[in-house]
């Protein structure tokens, strides 16, 4: 229709212009009816059977097709109409990583907010009174190094660090002219900056680290202190 309209004039001119503008108002709707309707959008959004693999790079084909059909969908009237080929769902559809981060993400959300429920009750009640060392002050030290320190603290970073992405590519999703209100609530659940499983992960770990500091803090056991390696 575009191509024909420079060639038409008069009453055909005005009908084609009227039935491409027509078109263009339901590109939205078109757009996400395809998106909501496809399995392998249903497949990015759902959480995978396992978390996330520490040390497994994030699909970058999958995250750039999430970034792709954003961009086709919030330009809609940038010119001819953007082609969503079938290589983009294929991308979504092979990836695993995006619903197993969000697995990692509900996982490490709730484990961390029972760890900081047991810090809080620890700090309630002082490690080492006076001041002064003492065997449980060694064995809370122990396990901060090696499990804290050495095994969970790596895979936060990498969660954290994939998980930007993710959330930065739903919320683009989210600007998306026509997004149906229950798909638009569903994503902000996911990955808005506040009341969301993005916004709780991230302040359930800054929690957990400032828990972690005051309690090692109390016993001169933080890092850089006198007493922050082991006996």
Not at 56 to 75: F, V
Not at 176 to 205: C, K, M, N, V
Not at 206 to 231: D, Y
Request: glycine share 6%; hydrophobic share 40%; net charge positive.
């Amino acid at each position: 229709m575009q191509d024909c309209q420079p060639h038409l004039q008069g009453a055909a001119a005005e009908r084609l212009q009227g039935l491409y503008q027509q078109k263009r108002a339901q590109m939205p709707a078109v757009f996400w009816n395809a998106l909501n309707a496809s399995s392998e959008f249903e497949h990015l959004l759902r959480a995978a059977r396992h978390s996330l693999p520490s040390g497994q790079p994030m699909d970058q084909q999958a995250l750039a097709a999430l970034q792709r059909l954003a961009l086709i969908g919030q330009t809609p009237h940038a010119g001819p109409p953007r082609p969503v080929s079938d290589e983009l769902f294929q991308a979504l559809q092979r990836n695993h990583s995006l619903a197993q981060l969000l697995t990692s993400l509900l996982s490490l959300q709730q484990s961390l907010e029972r760890g900081n429920v047991l810090l809080r009750a620890r700090l309630q009640r002082p490690l080492c009174p006076g001041g002064y060392d003492n065997p449980r002050a060694q064995a809370v030290l122990r396990v901060f190094q090696r499990y804290y320190a050495g095994q969970l603290q790596p895979y936060l970073a990498e969660v954290e660090q994939q998980g930007q992405a993710w959330q930065q590519a739903l919320q683009a999703l989210r600007q998306t002219p026509g997004i149906p209100p229950a798909l638009d609530e569903y994503l902000a659940r996911l990955s808005a900056t506040e009341h969301s499983l993005w916004q709780s992960f991230q302040a359930s770990r800054q929690a957990h680290i400032e828990h972690w500091q005051a309690l090692l803090r109390s016993c001169q056991m933080a890092p850089g202190q006198p007493r922050w390696r082991l006996r």
